[in-house]
């Protein structure tokens, strides 16, 4: 199983980056895809998540209205589209699966990727 996050990188406040992660190794349509994300010296947490299908989408109150999810069964990809980026959303950026229904809790996850450091300067 891998899960490979790319897409990072360093970018000024009210810019945008586009993040994707590449899965092999399982079923990909069948597992709900979530990102999550560390800033220095703080818990991890959920950022967006989506089910196996992709019609159900579940974001953080911080990034609403400014990140998008998406998937593509047929490439075994997940994106996750950040605009409007803030400094406080500089952190590592994960991608796990899980299967069944989106949660935020990040213990339910069963697959991670590495990481991905996205930096917003201010």
């Known amino acids: 199983v891998q899960l490979q996050a790319s897409g990072g990188g360093l970018v000024q406040a009210g810019g945008s980056l586009r993040l994707s992660c590449a899965a092999s190794?399982?079923?990909?349509?069948?597992?709900?895809m979530g990102w999550f994300r560390q800033a220095p010296g703080k818990e991890r947490e959920f950022v967006a998540g989506?089910?196996?299908?992709?019609?159900?989408?579940y974001y953080a109150n911080s990034v609403k209205g400014r990140f998008t999810i998406s998937r593509d069964n047929a490439k075994n990809t997940v994106c996750l589209q950040m605009n409007s980026l803030k400094p406080e959303d500089t952190a590592v950026y994960y991608c796990?699966?899980?299967?069944?229904?989106?949660?935020?809790?990040?213990?339910?996850?069963?697959?991670w990727g590495q990481g991905t450091q996205v930096t917003v300067s201010s």
């Open positions: 989506i089910s196996w299908s992709g019609p159900f989408t």
């Open positions: 796990a699966g899980k299967t069944g229904k989106v949660v935020t809790t990040q213990i339910l996850y069963d697959y």
């Open positions: 190794g399982f079923t990909f349509n069948t597992y709900a």
